[in-house]
């Protein structure tokens, strides 16, 4: 797999969560909400270029990050910012976990559409959620 640009402060850091729990860090260079798949380079081993196949039905959600690290101690609050573009929307996936914010595109008959988190104090940019994989999503 042959990357175009290895520039780290370019790639797209993400947090991919799987349907069993787990979850994995690292960056995406070919994501597309229309693709079965993408390929997940692994945080520590970014440059070398060795990924992993990552296929959306396996997965829950795909946390595009501004930093790996992140606060774990930080607890996201669930609201929308009045002034973001898009419609409210909240999603709660199969194990409980709630995330609200915007989107533009969401279709029920999607693989997937983003959220755009509501709390400005986010890790996460933006939220690819796949659509069969959540227990409710309720436009607000």
């Not at 995406?28 to 081993?45: A, C, H, R, T």
Request: with cysteine.
């Amino acid at each position: 797999m042959e990357m175009p640009d290895r520039n780290l402060d370019r790639q797209n850091k993400v947090v991919v969560a799987f349907l069993n729990g787990e979850r994995v860090k690292g960056c995406v260079y070919d994501f597309s909400p229309q693709k079965e798949f993408f390929n997940l380079l692994p945080q520590e081993d970014v440059l070398q270029g060795q990924g992993m196949k990552v296929e959306m039905k396996d997965l829950k959600a795909v946390f595009f990050v501004k930093d790996f690290s992140g606060n774990p101690e930080y607890r996201e609050l669930l609201l929308t910012d009045a002034h973001m573009h898009g419609r409210k929307i909240e999603v709660t996936f199969v194990d409980g976990e709630k995330v609200v914010g915007t989107t533009e595109g969401y279709n029920p008959q999607r693989q997937g559409f983003f959220v755009i988190p509501g709390d400005p104090k986010s890790n996460n940019t933006r939220i690819f959620v796949v659509t069969k994989n959540t227990r409710q999503i309720r436009l607000v």
